[in-house]
């Protein structure tokens, strides 16, 4: 029998350019011990723990997770780490939810970071070699494509680069937090690889977040709302073949249409709340709704001009300032699901969506291969 | 077994593969992999589609690229695109993954895989960077010398001798002859082997495992699905993972205490084994670990040869379940244990407790 | 049922070598600086968990993972071997240049052991039990080296001087990894392709897709590719889309000026050439449709050492654009 599952506990760190006041330990417990303050538990209450970053040369230490054992709480109990690109976040928390829905343990710790001021994102992105031409430069291409197919106009990207920075001014986690930003600014911010501007991108952050993952019996401890798990699913595909189509890649749409399925929604636009996507650069919040069939084709930058993703729309897309603001790589799969988590929750504090009922989660990474994606509910599933 | 045994007793191992461990492999991480994964679907007699779920497990640094898995979902046959995860760790651990995946009851089929060249780098300078950062890597502290202070503490101990490691390589060298795909094998001479000079006093250079190079992949299948695709399907008893705090200078190093609790855990009982495979990195460590799992005198370890025959880092945990899940599959065993390690001087441990029917 | 993978594995034959190099910075936080900071001024510390003195100090106990109040005390200087092994061959990233001992030496006052080195002349020397004490390096920056080897006997030896004013927070790590990665055949017949000035891939006999000359099998078919496999393409394609790239500066990076790369569509067949550099196009003027031709590197060029290839690029024919609009959709 499967057990049902949620969220009881999340924490976060505060997002900066370079946490030089704690050790890579430090950071980490730093979420951790907020997740359990949280949940009100201790780690004698955790049965197992799963890790999740993006690559060891980011910090330059080979499987980190092995050095973090005891002071993450580990010692004695299973430590499991994921590393699945920029989606780990979202992996690792899927990983843990199987050790409870399983029954093989009641309670789970999910912990993912990366602490990338310790080296040099752009430098492990490039293989350590000259003319790395960066996860930009790689999307780049991609984001024209869907400008050409879509005819979106340019301010697109400028929308929806102001309105996640501006959500992030109400989140006191995040990285950018910039309240006065005019679409006038991020226009003349740089071109940093076309179409993207300075303003479209995201940050390179140091950080970590922790979500605690149990049982109904642990749901039904917990001293604040529990998020549900309604619905779990990874995919993953080549990321390179004669013919693939990196705008709307099919592991994606599979994905979503898994945990649609899941959770029993067919029309997500309508029955989906708020939603955390994983949005590095902002033509991506465009691409993702389509890419998930929350818009139709061409439709998506039409929910942006429209403001129906803003913090107040129809269908808000990352009110906590999403990826664009904060990005911690390893973490930021995790955090759209705490983040998604704290909606169904109410527990969002200024940048709480009203009434949000069902969040969709979802993280990518590689070269937009691999996604995580979960639909959290406020209630139980039947 | 009842059919309404919960999901853990009901997933069996039935297909499986493995390359030859070699010292210097010219065909890369996946290009060993495609064929091998190609080989345990055959074996399961099963087709691509079949599987509902994919683990890998591997190590970006053993060949530099800081995505270097993502070139692994090429053998995965990810396209059209399929339910994936990845450990950066031991093929082991990926097992351990998919084996929890199945049991949600949704899927029948897994596939985990590992896969790992250790011939591109020196594994003293990659493993060093393994250890705590700020008290250990800095000293450039390697893993043979490690293994040499273990040794030594084992000895001070009382617990072993320079005799006993040779005898474990012996052992190790002879029953490797019998492993196609072995690197080191042979008859060798206990007196002769303490003739050889200390590589890292204690330790001789054979105490020590071989830079190998490999890839292994396993299919898992649930209940009747498992039945209806092995004659004999080696089933999973139990499966459990547990480990210690990291610095070596806080733990019992003579002593391997989260094995102990992995194979309680995993459900071994202290009943008799026909086979156990261990992952004894090096000589002294083999000796540790039957302690800690409480083998006696007799018990058949590393029929294979174990990692000092073959030590492709991040594949030899999953072979070592692989060795043990063949003899119960041909028919040779019918109660197997196998062990897989991660992390400095045993600091990680994980036991799988297989059984025929 | 069983199968055993009996192919035979080829050896390598030729390989390119490549050291990884990087400079980490690490924070150390509110126990392990102060650490670093007494290793400066030539002390030891730790921290109490219950009865327990553990050096070198953590900020949480190992077992129970419990943050530990900030109760330093001072442990040593001298101490005991409780464990060690000998290197009589040291390399290039061990601490010492002659034979020495990795240790893990129990300081007075501590309950758990620290790993070090211990300087002797010779193993002889070495005992489990023997007592040690701390040589320190004259210039110390707060770091686990700041002891350069443990020694025998009780006192430590000391050295004025060296020492950083203010508190140790970060430390550096240079981080370098050499390695050697197989060139495959595929890979060879690729640069003698291009060396031949001929553009080539590898037609996968089951999908038909054709992949670039050095990739060694078709994903999606798990097809082996080799020089069967070999077909001749077009040197003449449309860019489908671009990015133009603002260098990021890091470690190691050498383009400083903004540079374009294009996505190729080649002539009459399905294959798509991608993140292709553009030679003698400004940047402002690359654009979706632009028709564009191979170039080879000159003879001068091809003697240069240091250039990575001979496909230099792609340069405008001055044919009139294709303006087919779905060409934004074959990016790959």
Known sequence: MNERCAIVGVGQTHFKKRRDDVSIAGLLREAIDRALADAELTLRDIDAVVIGKAPDAFEGIVMPEIFLADAVGATNKPLLRVHTAGSVGGSTLVVGAHHVITGIHGTVLTVAWEKQSEGNAQWGLAGGRSGGIGAGGAFAPWMRAYIQQSGAPDYIGWMVAVKDRRNAAKNPYAHLKMPDITLEKVKESPMLWDPIRFHESCPSSDGACAAIVTNEEGAKRAPRPPAWIHGLSVRSELGQFPGRNPVRPQAGVECAHDVYRQAGITDPRSQIDMAELYVPFSWYEPMWLEGHDIAGPGEGWKMVDTGETDLGGAFPVNPSGGVLSTNAIGASGMVRFAEAAQQVRGLAGEHQVDGVRTALAQAYGGAAQYFAMGVLRNTPPE | MA???????????????QSQSVRDAAPSEVQLLVPVVADAITAAGIERSDIGFTCAGSCDYLTGGPFAFVSNLEAAGAWPPISESHVEADGAWAMYEAWMRLQEG???VALAFGSGKSSPSNPAEVWAQQLDPYYLAPLGVDPVSLAGIQAQALIDAGKATERDFATVVADSRRNAKSN????????YDVDALLAEPYYRRPLRKHDVPPISDAAVAVIMARGDKARELCERPAWIRGMDHRIEAHQ??????????????????????????????????????EIILKNAIGLGAGVNVNPSGGPLAANP???VGLIRIVEAASRIIDGTANRALAHATSGPLLQQNLVCLLEGE | ???????????????????????????LGPVIGPFMTALAEQRFIAIRSGSRVICPPLEWDPETAAELPRDFVDVGPAGTVCTWSWVSRPTEQHPLDRPFAFALIKLDGADTALTHVVDVESIDQMSTGMRVAPRWRAERLGHITDVEAFVPGEEAITVNGGVPGEPVTMMSYDASITYKIP????????????????????????????????????????????????????QRGVVTSYTIITPVQYPGQTETEPFSRVMVLIDEIDVVMMYQPLVDVPVEDVRIGMRVAVVWASEAEKADAGRPGNLVGWMPTGEPDNTDPSLANRIM
Not at chain 2, 4 to 17: E, K, L, S, Y
Not at chain 3, 194 to 218: M, N, S
Not at chain 3, 222 to 229: A, F
């Open chain 2, 180 to 187: 196609p795909n072995a690197q080191l094998s042979g008859d």
């Open chain 2, 313 to 315: 880092i991040m594949a």
């Open chain 2, 248 to 285: 070596p200078g806080l733990r019992d190093i003579t002593s391997s205490a989260s094995t102990t609790l992995a194979a309680r855990k995993a459900g071994y009982d202290g009943g008799p084994l026909d086979v156990v495979e261990l992952s004894s990195t090096f000589s002294p460590q």
């Open chain 2, 3 to 17: 059919a309404n045994d919960r999901g853990a007793t009901d997933i069996a191992i039935v297909g499986f593969a």
């Open chain 2, 106 to 108: 949704d899927i029948d």
């Open chain 3, 183 to 234: 060139v495959s055949d595929n890979t060879i017949k690729a640069h003698e392709a291009t060396a031949q000035g001929r553009l080539v891939g590898l037609k996968c006999p089951v999908c038909e897709r054709i992949y670039a000359r050095d990739r060694g099998f078709c994903p999606i078919d798990t097809v082996e590719l080799t020089d069967d496999h070999e077909v001749e393409l077009p």
């Open chain 3, 1 to 27: 049922m069983r199968t055993s993978h009996e192919r035979g594995i080829a050896e390598v034959t030729i390989t390119v070598e490549s050291t990884i190099k990087f400079p980490y910075k690490r924070s």
